[in-house]
C-alpha cells in the first residue's frame, strides 16, 4: 500500500537489512517501522514462511502499515518487545534491527516539535499519548533537574546556566513553544554555532521525553534473549551517546565496565560483531542528509 505520510528514504537500506542475514523462513523484527522502508526490504527477502514482526509507538506510522499476512505491525515501544512477542506466541527471532532516532516524518511536521528550523509546540514525544511532554521539562523540571538533561543528554559545557537561565525567564511566564525557547536562549547561540548548539539542547529534552537511553538499555538486553544462537542484531545510532551503548553492549554485553575473565583471564561475551562499524557514503548523505550522522554497527549473538 502507498504511505498516507510522506517519509524519506530509509537510511543504510541495503547494508542494514544485509547484516540481519536473513533466510526465507526466519522470524525478524523492525523495531522502528516508521514508514516502513527497511521493513519493506525485509519482506522482499522472505519466503511464504517468513514473519516479519514491527514495532512503532508513533501513530501516524500506522498509515503505512504493510497489507500481508506474514507482517504484523505493533503500535507500542520497543523498549517492550519481549512482553508483545510472547503475546503473538514469539518467544525466539533470528534478526532484529533499529533505526534509532527522530523519523523523518516526525522531523518534517512542525507541531510536533522536533525540529529546529520550524516554530511548533514543545512536544516531542514520539508516542503522542505519552503524558510527559518538552512543555512540562522546561517548564516543570527543577534548575538540578534541566542542568542534569542538559548536560548528560545534550553533553553541553554551560547546562548549568543554560538551566538557570530557563528556570528565571519561566518564572515571568510559561515558555510555550519552540520560538519562545530560543529567544530565552539567543545569548547561547552565536550565529555561527546556533544549529549545533540548539540541535543539542533540542536533543537533550527529547531524550529526557523519550526515555531513549532507558529504552535503548532495555531494547538491548532483550534482544539478547530473544535472539536465536546466531541471530542478528543490526542497529543504526546518531549520536554518540547512542552509539556507545550500542557499542560496548555488543562488544561485553555490558554498558559498563568490562566482563569477569575467567581463572585463565579469558571471559564469554554473548555476542561477535560482524565486519568494522559502517557509515554511509557522500552520495547517500547527499541524497538524504539525515544519513550524515548515522553509524551502522552488526552483531551476531554467539
Known amino acids: 500500500m502507498t504511505a498516507t505520510m510522506e517519509y524519506h528514504n530509509p537510511v543504510l537500506l541495503k547494508e542494514t537489512v544485509d547484516g540481519l542475514n536473513i533466510k526465507p523462513d526466519g522470524v525478524y523484527v523492525d523495531v522502528t517501522f516508521g514508514g516502513g ?57 533470528d534478526g532484529i534491527l533499529a533505526d534509532l532516532g527522530v ?22 514525544r514520539m508516542n503522542q ?29 554551560n547546562a548549568p546556566v543554560i538551566a538557570r537561565t530557563i528556570v528565571e525567564a519561566r518564572e515571568a ?31 537533550a529534552i527529547r531524550i529526557e521525553v523519550n526515555q531513549e537511553m532507558d529504552v535503548l538499555k532495555e531494547f538491548l538486553e532483550q534482544s539478547l534473549e530473544i535472539l536465536k544462537p546466531g541471530g542478528r542484531l543490526s542497529v543504526i545510532a546518531y549520536h554518540s551517546l547512542e552509539d556507545r551503548l550500542v557499542k560496548r553492549y555488543m562488544k561485553n554485553g555490558m554498558f559498563e565496565g568490562e566482563p569477569e575473565r575467567d581463572m585463565f583471564g579469558n571471559f564469554s561475551v ?22 550524515r550522522s548515522a553509524k551502522l554497527r552488526i552483531a551476531e549473538k554467539i
Request: a neutral charge; hydrophobic letters at 35%; aromatic letters at 10%.
Open 103 to 124: 523519523s523523518s516524518h516526525q522531523f518534517d511536521v512542525p507541531e510536533r516539535g522536533f525540529s529546529t528550523r520550524f516554530e511548533g509546540a514543545l512536544d516531542m
Open 173 to 203: 511566564a510559561p515558555i510555550r513553544d519552540t520560538e519562545q525557547l530560543k529567544k530565552v536562549l539567543h545569548r547561547f547561540l552565536p550565529i555561527h554555532k546556533s544549529n549545533k548548539i540548539l540541535a543539542q539542547i533540542y536533543q
Open 37 to 93: 522502508g527497511h521493513s519493506r526490504e525485509i519482506m522482499k527477502r522472505l519466503g511464504p514462511n517468513g514473519k516479519l514482526f514491527a514495532f512503532d509507538q508513533d501513530l501516524d506510522a500506522l498509515g503505512n502499515a504493510i497489507e500481508d499476512e506474514r507482517f504484523v505491525l505493533i503500535n507500542e515501544n520497543f523498549r517492550f518487545i519481549k512482553r508483545f512477542l510472547r503475546f503473538h506466541n514469539v518467544r525466539e527471532v
Open 129 to 157: 499519548k505519552d503524558e510527559l511532554d518538552a512543555f512540562k521539562v522546561v517548564n516543570t523540571y527543577e534548575d538540578s533537574e534541566l542542568r542534569r538533561v542538559f548536560l548528560e543528554y545534550g553533553e553541553l559545557k
Open 270 to 291: 554473548p555476542f561477535k560483531t560482524i565486519g568494522k562499524l559502517i557509515v554511509p557514503t557522500d552520495e547517500e548523505i547527499k541524497e538524504n542528509n539525515r544519513a
